[in-house]
């Protein structure tokens, strides 16, 4: 057998486990420590377990996890370090240009993309009775893959249209396309990165084949459904510019999605509260179990996870008043704010200080530990950010602020957050501004800001408005890195970082 012919298939019990919904799938494997490659790919138990460690490895990566949700908001004007806290200190700050510690790094992402590739295409149809089961498989795998490679894209390349906004013209360096196993070390060769175009090209084409494959699933919300294909190819197509592509699928999604937009004060203020609201809008949801599963990034939860980070334990980034200031008194959505000496249920250190950071000393729980160790389920996508999606899309494709009012005021209502004002109406920048603002009242903390910024081509400011990255600054991509660049000399940097 070759060397990595095992690849190691240490599909443990932990991540068998690593999906809770997934736990039936241990039944019958393997002993944990080392599942052959024969095993994993031509039995029904292997392709269980294979496929419940590509939805595990969402839940272990940090880069999926906290750098996800939290890493955006930090980097742009969202959030900012309680003082005496130092976790996302340098993104906070955007001191130094190495990856990883001040900018977002997710080259990890292949970890999932592999496991992706492998049920999409080493899978013999011959091992499920019913054909039926590997097709829904392969569907969530292409768009796992997918989301994995839009996710990567954006931390090393420019948008469509943007190739010229940095110091080099045309600059429309992508990411490395993976899309065959790798079953031995032949298959593991070195490739230069794909342009951008490309990158998008294969996404939409994943996610065309997943929407095909996953057709009429959409009833479990803690697995890739037909819903969350059409959510992200909505979020794909805004980011590359297809307007009228974009609206669509969002509103795919809306119809597709079993749920509706929560409306009422309480529902509004604990939707991601898990003792009460258990994330009513999410597409897609990866669930944790708090007892077995408390790891993310190499450590625990209680000293990486999200709810760490923001509303637990450090506290260490918390909203700004620029963020605070942007919602009216009545919007439902002030419940997702509370006092930070009230909010810690599983607390590392005293809750100081936070009111160096806005005035009332509010931290956010969107993520609050609830699930106990400092865990909450990661919602990784949501309706509301269909409607926003939608408003911006149909207007942009119209050239007109009218087009996008409808879907757009269908969001505020559910808020409670009064009607889309004359001045957004105006032209197409005060409408742009607009959603921008109404995305941070909306999704703030989960993983947008610094993503709309630089898709928008806007600067980088801090919340008093000074300009922290301008948008032509090479520092609005990430470094690939020595080490990689090292292992594969057909990799080529990011233009200003050095070789």
């Not at 736990?23 to 599942?35: F, Q």
């Not at 704010?337 to 950071?357: F, K, M």
């Not at 926003?388 to 119209?398: F, G, N, Q, T």
């Amino acid at each position: 057998m070759n060397n990595l012919k095992t690849l190691k298939y240490v599909l443990v019990a932990a991540l068998m486990v690593g999906f809770t919904s997934c736990d039936s799938l241990l039944d019958d494997v393997e002993p944990s420590t080392s599942v052959s490659a024969e095993v994993v790919l031509t039995s029904e138990e292997g392709v269980d377990a294979l496929r419940a460690s590509m939805y595990s490895k969402i839940r272990e990566n940090f880069g999926f996890t906290t750098e996800y949700f939290i890493g955006p908001s930090a980097f742009a004007d969202e959030t900012r370090n309680r003082p005496g806290s130092t976790r996302y200190q340098a993104l906070t700050v955007a001191t130094g240009t190495s990856g990883g510690t001040a900018h977002l790094d997710n080259w990890g992402l292949y970890e999932i993309i592999q496991d992706a590739n492998l049920i999409i295409g080493a899978v013999e149809p011959s091992v499920f009775e019913d054909p039926a089961t590997l097709d829904l498989y392969r569907g969530e795998a292409l768009a796992l893959r997918a989301f994995a490679m839009h996710t990567m894209v954006r931390v090393y390349g420019y948008e469509p249209g943007n190739f010229s906004v940095g110091p080099e013209a045309n600059w429309n360096a992508g990411i490395v396309i993976r899309t065959e196993p790798v079953l031995d070390l032949s298959d593991a060769d070195t490739r230069a990165r794909s342009t951008v175009g490309e990158v998008y090209t294969q996404i939409l084409n994943d996610l065309s084949d997943a929407k095909t494959l996953l057709a009429g699933e959409n009833a479990d919300n803690r697995f890739v459904t037909e819903a969350f294909v059409d959510a992200l190819s909505a979020r794909v197509n805004l980011y590359a510019g297809n307007w009228a592509a974009a609206a669509s699928a969002a509103q795919d999604a809306i119809n597709n999605f079993p749920g509706a937009l929560v409306d009422t004060q309480t529902g509004v203020a604990e939707m991601f509260d898990e003792r009460s609201g258990n994330h009513p809008e999410a597409i897609f949801k990866v669930v944790v179990n708090s007892d077995t599963e408390n790891t993310t990034g190499g450590g625990s939860f209680a000293n990486n996870g999200p709810a760490t980070y923001t509303a637990d334990g450090f506290l260490a980034q918390l909203p700004t008043q620029f963020l605070l200031d942007k919602y009216d008194a009545a919007d439902y959505r002030l419940g997702w704010y509370e006092d930070c000496t009230t909010t810690q249920l599983n607390p590392l250190t005293q809750p100081t200080n936070c009111t160096g950071v806005n005035t009332n000393g509010l931290v956010s729980v969107k993520f609050g530990g609830e699930k106990g160790n400092s865990v909450d389920d990661l919602p990784m996508i949501r309706l509301a950010e269909m409607y926003l999606i939608r408003a911006e899309a149909l207007a942009k494709d119209a050239n007109s602020p009218a087009a996008g009012v409808t879907p757009l005021q269908t969001l505020m209502t559910a808020r409670n957050a009064g009607t889309v004002p004359a001045t957004a109406l105006t032209d197409m920048t005060a409408f742009e501004d607009y959603i921008l603002d109404e995305r941070m009242r909306e999704l703030g903390v989960e993983g947008h800001r610094f993503w709309d910024l630089k898709r928008l081509a806007r600067d980088v400011r801090n919340p008093d408005g000074s300009i922290k990255m301008r948008a032509d600054s090479y520092r609005i991509l990430a470094e690939i890195g020595s080490g990689l660049i090292n292992v594969n000399d057909l990799l080529v940097e990011n233009p200003g970082y050095a070789e």
